[in-house]
Every structure is written in structure tokens, then in C-alpha cells.
């Protein structure tokens, strides 16, 4: 995939550093439902994944794509001067509607959604192909050669690896790797060695963070 020069590349920990320092003054309710925080949302994602690829694979940069170039593209991962185009998608609980909830929280409700331990482990692998059927029905012309990101945006505590990979292995023909980030973790369902892999959930960040 060749460089275009009007792609900024940026290390991913400065990004996510500058990203969250924006987020901090956007109320919720406008951050998770305007369209116009969607590139803001989108340099989240690739900055956390940019970090745990850095810190479990090799060093990497990464670049939001706010440009007409590759529109099937979110973003791109540089390394090694070699450029790697990734789609994005969120995966929330199948039964949230997160508009509502908001819209609800302004009109006077005292929480966003209820806490459900447990559940994300066992339906997450469901949601998550749920997604990545979407992705196939829109039957990109080259899916098959890009990689593809889910943020696993649900409790996702006690979700195991192995049932990810199981459920989603699958789709390996329909995309070139995919991988999914936590607000913690990142792994890697099935790759390519030139690529590389995360085979396992490695830590993005420590919880503290």
C-alpha cells in the first residue's frame, strides 16, 4: 500500500494522550452520538491499538484517515515504511441503545446502563461476529486484503481468548487479519506473519490508567 503524504502519521501514545486530554471537555451524550466526534472516536481506537501492537509485536505508528484516499480505510498502521489499511467498528451489548440512555441521563436518569457481570463473556463472541457479518454485507471490493478492528466496547472482563478465536476464525478468508481492543487489552483472532500477531490478550494499558 503506498504512503500518500497527506496522511499524518503520529506516535500512538502521544495520540492517545492528545485524544483523551480533547474527549475530557465534550460532554457524553455529544462524544458517543454526534457523527462530527466520529474521526475523534476513531484516533481513540487506533491509538490504543497502536500502543498494544508497539508493546506485544513491533513498534508502529498509526493515522486516522480524514481524507478522500481509501475511503474503505479508518486508519493506517505504518511499519517499517510499510503502510497497513484497517476498517473499525464498535461492538456494544446486542440489546444496548446507547442514544437512548444518554438521552435519558439529561432528562433527569442516574445511569447510563446497568451493570451486567457475566454476560459479555459468554453472548461477546456473538456480538462480535454480529459485527463482523455487517462488515462482510457491505461487500467491500477489498476486504479480503484489509484488516479489521473491533473495540469490544461491553463488560468484557472474564471473556476468554479461546472462545473468541473459535467463533471467529471463520471470517479469516473474508479479511486479511482481525483484532480486537478492550479499554485494556488487544489480541489478534488470525493474522499474516508479515503482519504479526497478538495470540492472547496482551495489556494495552494498566488499569490505573
Request: net charge negative; proline share 4%.
Amino acid at each position: 500500500m503506498p504512503a500518500r503524504s497527506f496522511i499524518t502519521y503520529r506516535d500512538p501514545r502521544e495520540l492517545l494522550v492528545e485524544t483523551e486530554r480533547t474527549m475530557e471537555g465534550i460532554p457524553s451524550e455529544e462524544l458517543f452520538n454526534d457523527a462530527a466526534y466520529q474521526k475523534l472516536r476513531e484516533r481513540w481506537c487506533a491509538a490504543m491499538f497502536g500502543i498494544g501492537y508497539s508493546k506485544h509485536v513491533t513498534s508502529c505508528e498509526v493515522a486516522v484517515n480524514e481524507s478522500r484516499y481509501r475511503e474503505d480505510v479508518d486508519f493506517f498502521v505504518r511499519i517499517a515504511d510499510v503502510d497497513w489499511g484497517f476498517q473499525l467498528a464498535e461492538v456494544l451489548r446486542s440489546d444496548r441503545r446507547r442514544g437512548e440512555e444518554y438521552r435519558k441521563l439529561m432528562d433527569g436518569g442516574t445511569h447510563l446502563s446497568p451493570y451486567q457481570p457475566g454476560r459479555g463473556s459468554h453472548e461477546g463472541p456473538d456480538w462480535l461476529a454480529k459485527i463482523v457479518d455487517k462488515k462482510i454485507a457491505k461487500r467491500y471490493a477489498s476486504s479480503n486484503s484489509l484488516n479489521l478492528l473491533l473495540y469490544a466496547n461491553f463488560e468484557a472482563a472474564g471473556l476468554e481468548y479461546s472462545n473468541i478465536q473459535m467463533r471467529l476464525a471463520e471470517y479469516s478468508p473474508q479479511f486479511g487479519s482481525l483484532w480486537i481492543i478492550t479499554s485494556l487489552h488487544v489480541c489478534s483472532v488470525f493474522s499474516t506473519p508479515s503482519l504479526g500477531a497478538v495470540p492472547g490478550w496482551g495489556v494495552v494499558r494498566d488499569v490505573r490508567e
